[in-house]
């Protein structure tokens, strides 16, 4: 028998981190398909070129760490890349891609010690890096389904190649498409510019010929993951099914975004967006279910993730609407994250029998 | 042109020289409010030494130590009984980074007199520092287990050398769980580790 | 549901309390349709010197007396204590130390009595018939006499419990019929087939501390229990204010203080007792055995042990005398040859895992399983990182932070493991079992807890020896003042006469020098500064 | 009103002076090991921040100005700026002990600290009336405390983890740094002033 101390208890749930890593791969599939429908081979390339690159960032990090490579089996790299690859534009050529995983796997985790240790949410991370190394492409929207560039068939493989590894101006020197031809602003940017020359919200919506239900499935400009809000729904209600994320963040976050929306939506129409467009617009929903809970960045209590999800709602509305970029929810939950050890600490819940005062 | 230089170098001076001077009257008025006597840090170091009086530290007692300490003349990694908790919590204390054990701690020791040979001298009586052997002059003395802190200074003076240290016995109230050991936590050891270097 | 508005919802009524957190593992109840067997009286039984919470107790017999079947054999020292009974007639064959049910491995001092076979029951106690008109105080010392200890599992001394403060009156009995730890069904079986005996004792818990109202609370996976309990209710008269509460089956529902939130609403408060909230909670088991011990004079000498475990042949209740080997009990039910096997003394949840069979069953002793190698290996795999998912915090019954706990316990921040109140955490395992990292959670609380208590004493001992390191400075300080005054004193009554009075000062002298030596060394060997 | 609260809001969030002036660096990565000390030390700063800038723009309102010192303002500033901090030793060394040997050099380092002496010498070139300089000096030193003290926070949890030996203690801590200072970038452009 062997003498080693196993204290109780001597069961256990067989949950597992592989399980739970996975489960949030399944929730992020029907986004990712949607963006292979959206967006064609763009898409399909990023996704497996920035889910390569993490696995393959993660096996270098470990043989040098010596740690053992089976940690690559709970497929937390994987994951980091698909989040990463959601959050791109279209448009991205492929070196950025592998850079941003590079980024989001070493700097974003391993350097804190690997799984579990991160202060910041490794694919965010990444992604404002690159947002701020390389701001014209990473701001670059092409709209879904080539409706607006008949010639950029986004179905054909050849094209999307040659824009993936050649970048988008090698294709231009073919002559037949100008840059800005199959390029536009997003929904938030258009608002943004237009605000600067004063012009109306309502109007600029409308010069947009801006629809809700198109952005609510999905056929606005954005990055290719974000675009889909009823794919994210999807993703997001089967979480909180599946119990990997638990109600408290996302609906603080999104709640508080609508809330503001809505108030400073009744008092100033032409200044502030409301609230539907808000919510359809930008990463918020793709933040708000998958970034702002990744469990590892986020709060551990219920209290604190509630005041985690208000901060990350008020701060996004008040770039969106005040701040020079055009989609603020990236930087909200990495201003969050920082605060989180605080927010750990501060917000605990009431432990039984702690100052229970007067019981009837 | 000479003139104005001068007077501008004249008011640079008396301007400087004005503001240092009431700024060092108040500083010296601050010092008479803020005057503080002895160093409370000397307690608070006292507080967490083991209070063995053993002098393995080099000094005669836990309090001297504590005032070297405090006044930075010693380090913080003599305490042999307090051990590496004591010296990480000094150095927490003092802000200093921790530094190791010269010597590491044995197993706590207790005094034990063989009564039969005890001649009775009170040498040993006098050479404890916590008074925890109780005898009369040519009675024969004995140690109290509960106060003896094991700091061996009572074997040398002892003529007939009729005391010696005996290992303390584990008691099964006393028994504490050990940190997870098996290859299941080698992830939790390694962390230990980190954390043990950089207290 | 958030828990503003449940505890709200609760607070108005609304709601039935129910505690927060809590897990459903698979209950493996095997032995619950097996109805308790009795067990031949073992050839030697081991009785060890401490089986309850509290100080160990001392010896009465010596080697080669002869002892009755509930003759105490060992005194109880101290307040917080209960004496221990022979639980056979028989020899005191030896007096040494024994392994029992301890992690550490180390033994008590326990007494070795060989049966003689014919178990003749010691008289001295005679039962207490109308025990209604008793004084309280008589059946508390009967209690303390016959031993009587928390049979649940925590062997809390049952006396201290059972008595009448005026500051602290109680006004609900409650009787845990819980028994939420799974493979556990002694407490079932006992509620099955002794359901009156258990109200006999409840009454007289209840004469015993002045209340009329109470609550049996059973799990609703035992209802053929709550049904013979609830008969045996209708058919007692006098205990109208008495109801059985079916509770939802949730672990770890059995724990007090859960159950008291559960039944009353209220919460015991941080290092206070249940009778402080006006609740007094024991176990069926612990009722059965009061009313054995007035009704019948007898001491606590046996009691019910669930035999079981998915490695164990043939699963069973047995009603077992204190002192019985175990390895004969699973020798009884089949299982032979323990090498694939791992011996756990209690539930899975919270029992001790045992290195050997050779351990004696004591009055903590509700259950032992045999557990097939591969459930104990799935239950502590290799540990992960902690990926922070909170499900731990969402399990916990005290709504601690387990995850943060064991980083401070694992990296020695013991005064942040207090201060995120480390000593409230009640070891019941919930946290550990929904890990998805297999982090062992609850080994690294009680490793924190080990430190921080070995921290205290220490602390105290190092306060004690200062204070007497401090006085004997004094004294030194004060000896050799007296010592110089008395030596000036001496120069001034000599110096100033001329030779006349030489001889005069011959008598001074000698006092002078004998307590001169003695003086004298006591300087330390190097000056103290 | 608002004209306040925006300046206040733009000296705290918008151009921190840790995080997008990068001034103050070594208090910053000095005092962040824990909590505790973190917040003594941004009390201080915080003391230290608002007199001096208050100060220092009176000294060159009515002293340097009408005298024509201008050439004096670094000494002068540097003068006010080591009696306050002279002040506060005194006062932090009476009132918590413990507080006073957690800082350590790093109280009386303040002295130098760049973003003291930084916000004293803006106020004077950009020209600021009394009221605005205070609350430059104001929102400088909260930005400061905001800063150290989530700095502290994430130190105390970075110290523990099984981080690479290369990256161990300040690698990891300017990483951190420089991931924090890339969020506050978000901020840019929030207040047109």
């Known amino acids: 028998m062997s003498l080693i101390m196993l204290s109780s208890p001597h069961a256990h749930g067989g949950d597992s981190i592989r399980m739970m890593m996975f489960t949030v791969v399944l929730a992020l599939l029907p986004a990712a398909a949607v963006s292979v429908y959206l967006f064609g081979w763009l898409a399909f390339l990023l996704i497996v070129s920035c889910m390569l690159s993490a696995l393959l960032m993660e096996a270098v990090c470990l043989k040098m760490m010596k740690r053992p490579l089976s940690t690559l089996l709970d497929n937390s790299a994987a994951l980091t890349g698909l989040f990463l690859a959601l959050t791109l534009p279209a448009t991205t050529p492929w070196w950025m891609a592998v850079l941003g995983s590079v980024f989001a796997i070493v700097l974003g985790k391993q350097v804190y010690g690997g799984l579990g240790h991160n202060i910041f949410n490794p694919a965010l991370s990444a992604r404002v890096i690159l947002l701020i190394s390389f701001p014209l492409s990473m701001t670059t929207w092409i709209m879904p389904m080539s409706s607006v560039a008949p010639a950029l068939n986004l179905f054909d493989f050849s094209t999307c190649a040659t824009i993936f590894f050649y970048g988008t101006d090698a294709l231009l020197t073919g002559g037949q498409l100008t840059l800005d031809a199959i390029t536009m602003a997003s929904p938030l940017g258009h608002i943004k510019t237009e605000a600067t020359l004063g012009v109306p919200v309502a109007e600029a919506l409308k010069a947009y010929n801006y629809s809700y239900l198109d952005a609510f499935l999905g056929f606005e400009a954005g990055s290719i993951g974000e675009t889909s809000a009823l794919a994210l729904f999807i993703g997001g209600i089967f979480l909180l099914a599946r119990h990997s994320i638990t109600w408290h963040i996302p609906f603080a976050y999104i709640g508080t975004v609508l809330l503001l929306a809505a108030i400073f939506n009744q008092a100033a129409p032409d200044q502030f967006a409301t609230p539907m467009f808000h919510l359809f617009a930008g990463g918020l929903i793709l933040c708000a279910f998958f970034m702002a809970t990744d469990p590892v960045s986020s709060p551990v209590t219920p209290v604190g993730q509630i005041v985690f999800g208000i901060g990350c709602g008020v701060l996004t509305w008040s770039i969106r609407s005040f701040g020079g970029y055009p989609e603020g929810a990236m930087f909200a939950v990495l201003l969050m994250n920082c605060a989180v050890p605080l927010i750990d600490h501060y917000f605990r819940p009431r432990v039984y029998g702690q100052n229970v005062g007067k019981q009837s | ?119 009775g001298c009170t040498l040993c009586i006098k050479a404890c520092p916590v008074d925890a052997i109780i005898g009369a002059p040519k009675q024969y003395h004995t140690v109290i287990a509960d106060h003896c802190t094991g700091c061996t200074l009572c074997v040398e003076p002892c003529p007939v050398d009729c005391i010696d240290m005996l290992v303390k016995p584990e008691l099964i109230e006393h028994w504490a769980w050990p940190l997870p050991d098996t290859k299941r936590s080698q992830l939790g050891h390694e962390r230990r580790e980190q954390h043990a270097g950089h207290a | 549901m958030p828990a503003m508005l449940r505890t709200l919802a609760q607070k108005m009524g609304l709601m039935a309390h129910s505690f927060r957190g809590g897990i459903h593992p698979d209950m ?33 017999v010596k080697v080669g007396d002869h002892v009755l079947r509930g003759q105490k054999i060992a005194k109880s020292e101290g307040y917080l204590s209960v004496p221990v009974h022979a639980s056979t007639s028989g020899r005191v064959v030896k007096i040494e130390e024994h392994a029992i049910a301890h992690p550490s491995g180390m033994g008590m001092p326990s007494i070795f009595i060989e049966a003689d076979g014919d178990d003749r029951a010691d008289e001295s106690l005679e039962p207490i018939i109308d025990w209604q008109n008793t004084d309280p105080t008589l059946l508390r010392e009967r209690a303390r006499m016959c031993g009587l200890a928390g049979l649940g599992g925590a062997v809390f001394p049952t006396f201290i419990k059972l008595v009448q403060d005026k500051r602290f009156p109680i006004e609900t009995v409650i009787l845990n019929g819980i028994e939420c730890e799974p493979y556990l069904t002694n407490d079932h079986r006992l509620m099955v087939e002794q359901a009156s005996e258990i109200l006999d004792g409840m009454a007289i818990i209840m004469h015993m501390v002045g209340t009329s109202s109470g609550i049996i609370a059973i799990e609703d996976n035992k209802a053929d229990a709550a049904q013979a309990m609830q008969e045996a209710l209708n058919s007692k008269d006098g205990m109208d204010d008495v109801r059985i509460e079916v509770l939802p089956t949730r672990y ?6 859960q159950l008291i939130y559960t039944l009353t609403g209220r919460e015991v408060p941080a290092g206070k007792l249940p009778m402080h909230i006006g609740v007094l909670c024991q176990n069926v088991g612990t009722s059965k055995a009061l009313r054995d011990a007035v009704m019948l004079g007898q001491p606590l000498t046996e009691r019910i042990v669930t035999i079981s475990g998915d490695a164990l042949p043939q699963p069973a209740n047995l009603r077992v005398r204190l002192g019985t080997p175990i390895r004969s009990l699973f020798a009884r039910q089949g299982l032979e040859d323990f090498n694939h096997i791992q011996i756990v003394h209690g539930g899975p949840m919270m029992g001790e895992r045992l290195s050997h069979p050779d351990i004696p069953v004591i009055k903590s002793t509700s259950g032992i399983l045999a557990l097939s190698k591969q459930a104990i290996d799935a239950a502590h795999t290799v540990e992960n990182p902690c990926i922070r998912c909170g499900h731990c915090s969402e399990a916990c019954p005290v709504s601690l932070v387990p995850n943060l706990l064991a980083d401070f316990c694992r990296s020695d921040q013991l005064e942040k493991a207090e201060d995120y109140q480390l000593f409230d955490c009640i070891e019941c395992g919930a946290c550990s079992y929904v890990c998805p990292s297999n982090i062992p959670l609850v080994h690294y609380f009680r490793y924190g807890k080990g430190q921080i208590a070995l921290a205290r004493r220490e602390q105290v001992f190092a306060e004690a020896s200062r204070q007497r390191s401090e006085g004997r400075d004094a004294r030194i300080e004060r000896e050799l003042a007296e010592k110089a005054a008395r030596r000036s004193r001496v120069r001034k009554t000599h110096a100033p006469k001329p030779v006349a009075d030489a001889s005069a000062n011959k008598p001074a002298t000698p006092d002078v020098t004998a307590s001169d030596n003695a003086v004298e060394n006591t300087a330390k060997p190097e000056e103290k500064s | 009103m608002t004209e306040f609260a925006l300046i206040l809001l733009s000296a705290v969030l918008v151009n921190n002076y840790v995080l997008t002036k990068f001034l103050g660096i070594c208090p910053f990565l000095g005092t962040s090991s824990k909590v505790e000390t973190a917040i003594g030390m941004s009390f201080a700063v915080m003391f230290v921040m608002t007199l001096a800038s208050t100060a220092s723009w009176l000294v060159q309102q009515y002293v340097l100005i009408p005298l024509d010192l201008q050439y004096l303002q670094t000494i002068f500033f540097i003068l006010i700026i080591a009696s306050l901090v002279q002040l506060i030793e005194m006062m932090i060394h009476k009132t918590s002990p413990v507080l006073y040997q957690a800082l350590g050099i790093f109280l009386p380092l303040i002295t130098t600290n760049c973003a003291v002496l930084g916000v004293a010498i803006l106020n004077v070139q950009q020209e600021q009336t009394f009221l605005t300089s205070a609350l430059y000096g104001g929102g400088a030193a909260i930005g400061f405390a905001l800063v150290l003290i989530l700095f502290a926070g994430i130190r105390e949890r970075i110290d523990v983890s099984p981080v690479p030996a290369a990256f161990k203690g300040s690698p990891l801590a300017l990483i951190t740094a420089g991931m924090m200072s890339l969020a506050f970038m978000g901020f840019s452009g929030l207040v047109k002033v």
């Open chain 2, 1 to 119: 042109m000479m003139m104005e230089s001068m007077s501008g170098l004249l008011y640079a001076l008396a301007s400087l020289g004005a503001f240092a001077l009431c700024a060092g009257i108040v500083l010296a008025i601050a010092q008479k409010i803020f005057h503080i006597e002895g160093d409370p840090m000397i307690d608070n170091i006292d507080a967490l030494l083991p209070q063995t009086q053993c002098g393995q530290c080099g000094f005669p007692g836990c309090k001297p130590y504590a005032t070297a300490v405090a006044g930075s003349e010693a380090e913080v990694n003599h305490c042999v009984p307090g051990g590496e908790r004591t010296m990480l919590q000094i150095a927490n204390l003092m802000g200093v980074e921790p530094k190791e054990l010269d010597e590491e701690a044995s197993a706590p020791m207790l005094a034990f007199v063989r009564e039969d040979e005890c001649i």
């Open chain 3, 28 to 60: 493996h109840k095997l032995s619950a349709m097996n109805p308790i067997e009795n067990v031949a009286i073992s050839p030697v039984l081991i009785l060890p010197m401490k089986q309850h919470i509290g100080s160990v107790c001392s010896p009465l």
């Open chain 3, 252 to 257: 770890p529902q059995g724990s007090e203080k």
